[in-house]
Protein backbone atom coordinates (compact mmCIF):
# COMPACT_ATOMS: atom_id res chain seq x y z
CA UNK A 1 0.00 0.00 0.00
CA UNK A 2 1.48 3.36 -0.73
CA UNK A 3 0.11 5.15 2.10
CA UNK A 4 2.09 2.46 4.38
CA UNK A 5 5.04 3.09 2.42
CA UNK A 6 5.11 6.73 2.09
CA UNK A 7 4.64 7.12 5.70
CA UNK A 8 7.44 4.89 6.45
CA UNK A 9 9.12 7.41 4.43
CA UNK A 10 8.40 9.93 6.41
CA UNK A 11 9.21 8.46 9.91
CA UNK A 12 12.50 7.92 8.56
CA UNK A 13 13.63 10.85 7.15
CA UNK A 14 11.97 13.29 9.03
CA UNK A 15 11.03 11.78 12.50
CA UNK A 16 13.80 9.75 12.99
CA UNK A 17 15.06 11.92 15.44
CA UNK A 18 11.59 11.69 17.38
CA UNK A 19 11.20 9.70 20.12
CA UNK A 20 7.38 10.50 21.17
CA UNK A 21 5.39 10.89 18.49
CA UNK A 22 1.51 12.32 18.40
CA UNK A 23 -0.93 10.90 15.75
CA UNK A 24 -3.89 13.09 15.85
CA UNK A 25 -7.57 11.68 14.43
CA UNK A 26 -5.00 8.67 13.47
CA UNK A 27 -8.22 6.70 11.94
CA UNK A 28 -7.83 3.20 11.33
CA UNK A 29 -4.09 3.49 12.24
CA UNK A 30 -2.18 3.35 9.06
CA UNK A 31 0.39 5.84 10.16
CA UNK A 32 -0.06 4.62 14.24
CA UNK A 33 1.05 1.05 12.95
CA UNK A 34 4.15 2.43 11.06
CA UNK A 35 5.47 4.67 13.51
CA UNK A 36 5.19 1.20 16.36
CA UNK A 37 7.17 -0.85 13.66
CA UNK A 38 9.54 1.91 13.51
CA UNK A 39 10.33 1.94 17.23
CA UNK A 40 7.97 5.10 18.55
CA UNK A 41 6.50 5.92 21.30
CA UNK A 42 3.52 7.05 19.33
CA UNK A 43 0.05 8.28 21.15
CA UNK A 44 -3.17 8.17 18.45
CA UNK A 45 -5.85 10.07 19.31
CA UNK A 46 -9.69 9.94 17.65
CA UNK A 47 -12.55 10.72 18.40
CA UNK A 48 -14.52 8.45 16.69
CA UNK A 49 -15.39 5.19 18.99
CA UNK A 50 -15.09 2.59 16.47
CA UNK A 51 -10.88 3.42 15.76
CA UNK A 52 -10.21 3.13 19.52
CA UNK A 53 -7.73 0.19 20.32
CA UNK A 54 -4.13 -0.39 22.00
CA UNK A 55 -2.92 3.33 22.40
CA UNK A 56 -5.20 5.34 20.06
CA UNK A 57 -7.42 7.07 22.77
CA UNK A 58 -10.52 8.85 22.09
CA UNK A 59 -9.32 12.57 23.16
CA UNK A 60 -9.98 15.66 21.71
CA UNK A 61 -6.54 17.43 20.26
CA UNK A 62 -7.60 20.17 21.79
CA UNK A 63 -7.66 19.81 25.15
CA UNK A 64 -4.17 17.51 24.97
CA UNK A 65 -1.27 18.76 27.69
CA UNK A 66 1.21 16.53 26.75
CA UNK A 67 4.01 17.37 24.97
CA UNK A 68 6.11 15.31 21.99
CA UNK A 69 8.44 15.67 19.92
CA UNK A 70 6.89 14.91 16.90
CA UNK A 71 3.11 15.83 15.91
CA UNK A 72 1.73 14.21 12.23
CA UNK A 73 -1.60 15.87 11.43
CA UNK A 74 -3.04 13.92 8.22
CA UNK A 75 -6.73 15.27 7.31
CA UNK A 76 -7.23 17.36 10.35
CA UNK A 77 -6.46 20.93 10.27
CA UNK A 78 -9.15 21.41 7.88
CA UNK A 79 -11.98 20.28 9.92
CA UNK A 80 -11.08 22.97 12.36
CA UNK A 81 -10.24 26.77 12.50
CA UNK A 82 -6.40 26.39 11.35
CA UNK A 83 -5.08 29.10 13.48
CA UNK A 84 -6.77 27.03 16.80
CA UNK A 85 -5.09 24.00 15.77
CA UNK A 86 -1.43 25.71 15.58
CA UNK A 87 -2.42 27.48 18.61
CA UNK A 88 -2.30 24.12 20.30
CA UNK A 89 0.65 22.52 17.93
CA UNK A 90 2.70 25.24 18.91
CA UNK A 91 2.17 24.46 22.79
CA UNK A 92 2.54 20.60 22.28
CA UNK A 93 4.95 20.28 19.39
CA UNK A 94 8.98 19.91 20.81
CA UNK A 95 10.72 19.12 17.53
CA UNK A 96 8.82 18.74 14.14
CA UNK A 97 5.49 18.94 12.61
CA UNK A 98 3.60 17.50 9.53
CA UNK A 99 0.34 18.65 8.39
CA UNK A 100 -1.55 17.16 4.96
CA UNK A 101 -4.74 18.15 3.93
CA UNK A 102 -6.75 17.84 1.28
CA UNK A 103 -6.17 19.87 -1.76
CA UNK A 104 -8.15 22.74 -2.80
CA UNK A 105 -10.66 21.00 -5.27
CA UNK A 106 -14.65 21.41 -6.13
CA UNK A 107 -14.89 18.34 -4.28
CA UNK A 108 -13.53 19.63 -0.99
CA UNK A 109 -16.45 21.92 -0.61
CA UNK A 110 -18.79 18.13 -0.59
CA UNK A 111 -17.71 17.60 3.16
CA UNK A 112 -19.57 19.97 5.07
CA UNK A 113 -17.26 19.28 8.00
CA UNK A 114 -14.71 21.02 5.44
CA UNK A 115 -13.86 24.30 6.90
CA UNK A 116 -10.73 25.65 4.50
CA UNK A 117 -8.77 24.10 1.95
CA UNK A 118 -4.94 24.55 2.31
CA UNK A 119 -2.10 24.87 -0.47
CA UNK A 120 1.66 23.73 0.71
CA UNK A 121 2.36 27.34 0.33
CA UNK A 122 -0.39 28.22 2.74
CA UNK A 123 0.55 25.91 5.14
CA UNK A 124 4.02 26.72 5.27
CA UNK A 125 2.99 30.09 5.80
CA UNK A 126 0.86 29.02 8.65
CA UNK A 127 3.82 27.19 10.17
CA UNK A 128 5.78 30.10 9.82
CA UNK A 129 3.68 32.16 11.64
CA UNK A 130 3.65 29.69 14.82
CA UNK A 131 7.53 29.74 15.33
CA UNK A 132 8.09 26.67 12.63
CA UNK A 133 10.91 26.70 9.77
CA UNK A 134 9.61 25.04 6.87
CA UNK A 135 12.00 21.76 5.89
CA UNK A 136 9.51 20.52 3.22
CA UNK A 137 6.78 20.85 1.24
CA UNK A 138 5.03 19.58 -1.68
CA UNK A 139 1.51 18.58 -3.64
CA UNK A 140 0.71 14.54 -3.56
CA UNK A 141 -1.15 13.77 -6.34
CA UNK A 142 -1.49 10.63 -5.55
CA UNK A 143 -3.58 11.38 -2.16
CA UNK A 144 -4.54 14.77 -3.97
CA UNK A 145 -3.53 16.42 -0.56
CA UNK A 146 -0.58 18.60 -0.01
CA UNK A 147 2.15 18.00 2.78
CA UNK A 148 3.92 20.79 4.58
CA UNK A 149 6.89 20.14 7.30
CA UNK A 150 8.26 21.85 9.98
CA UNK A 151 10.70 22.12 12.82
CA UNK A 152 11.18 24.18 15.48
CA UNK A 153 13.52 27.07 15.02
Known sequence: MI????YKYLLNKYLDDCKTILDVGSG?????????V???NVTGIEI?????????IKKDFFELENKFDGIFLSQF?????SYKVMEKVEKLCLKKVIIIAPK??????????????HTAKSLSRLMQLYGLKTIW???????SSCICIGEKK
Open 38 to 40: KGK
Open 48 to 56: EDSYIRDNI
Open 104 to 117: PTFSFWNNPEHKRP
Open 77 to 81: IEHHD
Open 28 to 36: VGVFYDQAI
Open 3 to 6: RRRF
Open 137 to 143: KSNLGFF
